[in-house]
């Protein structure tokens, strides 16, 4: 059964600094990898995903990483403004076709 | 492209009253995914289709939740009789029939239960 969890829980940071949002899933049969942003009280937003067969994906500030093998995924965000604040959701692809999400970290960057 | 349209986006129900959430997927997509979130908590799968199809529906409260997806194409997911607990978002998502590009999701029904 896939476990996902997602570290820090929660994150506040000055504008301008570069952030590193941990994921690491149990089971590493994956497909693909997908990371969300998530808005109070709003639906899910794709931000990268990245295949099994992919290192890394790259969208303007942000960037992903995927260890397939040792079952981890990195997200970075770089040059942080307070838009970027939100919630982040990692989710591994496998089994039966479907997402299994974390419980996310919360991120606040402050002006 | 048009997006995951759900409705309502908020509701507030007794508990033992009976509610209903509906979903109309991205044109073409065959999968379609219910998903709940609790605050604070991700969201967790409920239910699955392949166009008119259960595919995975072993998280599903079938006590108390139902869900269908008539034609393949639009779905609605309903709780009778809802319990306090079941306040949560209900997230709708769709995608290909290879969901391995990754898939859309809606901007979820708030659901509160009192």
């Known amino acids: 059964k896939q476990e996902v969890t997602q570290i820090p829980a929660a994150l506040s940071v000055p504008e301008g600094e570069n952030l590193v949002l941990n994921c690491s899933f149990t089971?590493?049969?994956?497909?693909?990898l997908q990371w969300f942003r998530q808005d109070p009280g709003k639906g899910l937003t794709s931000l990268l995903l990245?295949?099994?067969?992919?290192r890394e994906q790259t969208s303007g500030r942000l960037n992903a990483s995927l260890d397939k093998s040792s079952g981890r995924s990195t997200l970075y965000i770089a040059a942080s403004q307070p838009g970027d604040s939100a919630t982040y959701l990692c989710?591994?692809?496998?089994?039966?076709?479907?997402?299994?999400f974390g419980t996310g970290t919360r991120l606040k960057v402050l002006a | 492209e048009a997006g995951v349209a759900q409705s309502p986006r908020y509701k507030i129900i007794e508990k033992r009253q009976s509610v209903a959430f509906w979903c109309n997927p991205i044109?073409?997509?065959?999968?379609l995914y219910w998903y709940q979130q609790i605050l604070g908590q991700g969201p967790k799968l409920l239910i699955q289709f392949q166009n008119n199809g259960v595919v995975d529906d072993s998280q599903l409260p079938k006590d108390r939740f139902s869900a269908e997806r008539l034609k393949g194409v639009d779905s609605t997911l309903k709780i009778q009789p809802a319990k306090l607990e079941d306040s949560a978002v209900y997230l709708c998502?769709?995608?290909?029939?290879?969901?391995?590009?990754?898939?859309?999701f809606g901007s979820g029904t708030r659901l509160t239960v009192v």
């Open positions: 044109s073409g997509h065959a999968t």
């Open positions: 990245i295949q099994s067969s992919q």
């Open positions: 998502a769709s995608s290909l029939e290879d969901p391995t590009d990754g898939y859309t």
């Open positions: 989710a591994p692809f496998s089994g039966t076709y479907k997402y299994i």
């Open positions: 089971d590493s049969a994956i497909y693909n």
